[in-house]
T-cell receptor
Framework: KAGVTQTPRYLIKTRGQQVTLSCSPI?????VSWYQQTPGQGLQFLFE???????NKGNFPGRFSGRQFSNSRSEMNVSTLELGDSALYLC?????????????FGSGTQLSVL | GESVGLHLPTLSVQEGDNSIINCAYS??????FIWYKQESGKGPQFIID?????DKRQGQRVTVLLNKTVKHLSLQIAATQPGDSAVYFC????????????FGTGTRLKVLA
C-alpha cells in the first residue's frame, strides 16, 4: 500500500506570490490534515478535512486555506506569501476523523520564501 | 531539507546502550498518545502508540511508558543502533470530541559509534 504522497518536494517562491501544495492520502483514508513545521515552533496544526469538509482549523491567518476532493486528495494554498511562511509543510492521513486514530505522514513540501 | 530541530534538546547515546526519551504532555483529558521518529528530510514516522487505559506498551525494541499522574510519557529504545538517530516527537490526542493532535517539541537522538 502506497504511503502519503506530497508534491512538490521542494518549492522556492518570492514574497507576495501564492502557492498550492498537494497531498494524496493512503488509499482508503478519508481524513487529511496539514501541519506546518519550523525549527522554532515545531509541528503546528493548520487544518483537517474529512469527506471534503473542513472539520478543524488551527490558529493560522486566512491566507492559509485548503480543500479536499471527492477522492480524498487534498490541496492547501497559501496566498500573499511572507518570509515567515518558509517551512516544511506536512500532510497526514488517517482512516477516520476521530481522536485516537493513527496519523501517517508524507515526506512534506519544503517551502522557501525569498 | 533539514528544517527540523535546530533548537532541540539532544540525547547522545553510545551504540548498543538503551535510550530513554521523555515527553511531558499538556492535557489531562488526552487519552491517546503516539511516538514519532523523524529522520532528516523525511516526514514523521509512526513508532508506537498507547491509550490512557494502559501504562506500558512494548514493540520491537521500543517500549512506551505512560504516567498519567504527572502527565509524562517516555520512549525506551533498547540496544540503540545508528539507524535510530533522528528527532523523536510525542503527540497527544485531545479527547474533546474534535479531531486534533498536539505535538511535543521533539528530542534529537544521536547515536555514537
Amino acid at each position: 500500500k502506497a504511503g502519503v504522497t506530497q508534491t512538490p518536494r521542494y518549492l522556492i517562491k518570492t514574497r507576495g506570490q501564492q502557492v498550492t501544495l498537494s497531498c494524496s492520502p493512503i488509499s482508503g483514508h478519508r481524513s487529511v490534515s496539514w501541519y506546518q513545521q519550523t525549527p522554532g515552533q515545531g509541528l503546528q496544526f493548520l487544518f483537517e478535512y474529512f469527506s471534503e469538509t473542513q472539520r478543524n482549523k488551527g490558529n493560522f491567518p486566512g491566507r492559509f486555506s485548503g480543500r479536499q476532493f471527492s477522492n480524498s486528495r487534498s490541496e492547501m494554498n497559501v496566498s500573499t506569501l511572507e518570509l515567515g511562511d518558509s517551512a516544511l509543510y506536512l500532510c497526514a492521513s488517517s482512516f477516520r476523523d476521530r481522536a485516537n486514530e493513527k496519523l501517517f505522514f508524507g515526506s512534506g513540501t519544503q517551502l522557501s520564501v525569498l | 531539507g533539514e528544517s527540523v530541530g535546530l533548537h532541540l534538546p539532544t540525547l547522545s547515546v553510545q551504540e548498543g546502550d538503551n535510550s530513554i526519551i521523555n515527553c511531558a504532555y499538556s492535557n489531562s483529558a488526552s487519552d491517546y498518545f503516539i511516538w514519532y521518529k523523524q529522520e532528516s528530510g523525511k516526514g514523521p514516522q509512526f513508532i508506537i502508540d498507547i491509550r490512557s487505559n494502559m501504562d506500558k506498551r512494548q514493540g520491537q525494541r521500543v517500549t512506551v511508558l505512560l504516567n498519567k499522574t504527572v502527565k509524562h510519557l517516555s520512549l525506551q529504545i533498547a540496544a540503540t543502533q545508528p539507524g535510530d538517530s533522528a528527532v523523536y516527537f510525542c503527540a497527544e490526542s485531545i479527547a474533546s470530541g474534535t479531531y486534533k493532535y498536539i505535538f511535543g517539541t521533539g528530542t534529537r537522538l544521536k547515536v555514537l559509534a
